[in-house]
């Protein structure tokens, strides 16, 4: 009888608005909202991007929010050099989804493994 090792993680979309009906926001650094959701039982969590409105450089300082959560991957549309290099040392897999859809519909697409991984 073999067992199936099932990986929960703490997954980070990038969002317009707080719930999992938000539209996926494209540019990770410039996100308005992070929505965290566990994928052992699906609960979620919107943090504001305090770097959402910042100057230049605001890649990097975003992705220390995500490490500072704990998160283990980010699906976002595009992710600058600067802020790959950041979640790449960090060890956060990142994923594209450019669908202009809902975080709901990227979750399901994600948990499905059929989004493209990069970074």
């Given at each position: 009888?073999?067992?199936?090792?099932?990986?929960?993680?703490?997954?980070?979309f990038?969002?317009?608005?707080?719930?999992?009906?938000a539209?996926?926001?494209?540019?990770?650094?410039?996100?308005?909202h992070?929505?965290?959701?566990?994928?052992?039982?699906g609960?979620?969590?919107?943090?504001?991007?305090?770097?959402?409105?910042?100057?230049?450089?605001?890649?990097?300082?975003?992705?220390?929010?995500?490490?500072?959560n704990?998160v283990?991957?980010?699906?976002?549309?595009?992710?600058?050099?600067?802020?790959q290099?950041?979640?790449?040392?960090?060890?956060?897999?990142?994923?594209?989804?450019?669908?202009?859809?809902?975080?709901?519909?990227?979750?399901?697409?994600?948990?499905?493994?059929?989004?493209?991984?990069?970074?």
């Open positions: 009888m073999s067992k199936n090792k099932v990986t929960i993680m703490k997954v980070c990038t969002a317009k608005g707080t719930n999992l009906d539209l996926m926001e494209e540019r990770f650094g410039r996100a308005p992070f929505i965290l959701v566990e994928s052992e039982n609960s979620f969590e919107a943090i504001q991007n305090p770097f959402a409105d910042g100057g230049g450089g605001v890649g990097p300082k975003a992705a220390q929010v995500l490490i500072a704990n283990q991957a980010l699906v976002s549309g595009q992710v600058g050099g600067n802020a290099e950041v979640l790449a040392a960090a060890g956060i897999a990142m994923y594209t989804y450019r669908a202009g859809k809902s975080v709901r519909d990227a979750l399901d697409q994600f948990t499905r493994n059929s989004l493209a991984r990069s970074g």
